[in-house]
């Protein structure tokens, strides 16, 4: 099994989004690949960043748990 570190060499997808309610605006952000690993934040940098953190806590769990972990997705270029 590969470990924490190669994982995290791999270009995810990451994507944030901003959400405005009768909160105010805020971020919510989720890796593409990895159903369930997301987070969010005040603003867009913050939800990133919280979300390097949720991979991270993602990953080892997977990991201990000998659970696959699904590659990037590939994108075709022409």
Do not use: F, W
Not at 14 to 22: P, Q, S
Not at 56 to 65: F, G, T
């Amino acid at each position: 099994m590969k470990d924490i570190n190669y994982h995290l060499s791999l270009p995810y997808t990451k994507i944030a989004t901003k959400r405005e309610d009768e909160d105010g605006t805020h971020y919510t952000s989720h890796v593409l690949e990895l159903r369930g690993c997301m987070s969010d934040g005040e603003t867009k940098q913050q939800a990133l960043e919280n979300l390097q953190e949720a991979l991270e806590c993602y990953l080892e769990s997977r990991i201990a748990h000998n659970d696959d972990i699904p590659e990037p997705l590939q994108v075709a270029t022409a």
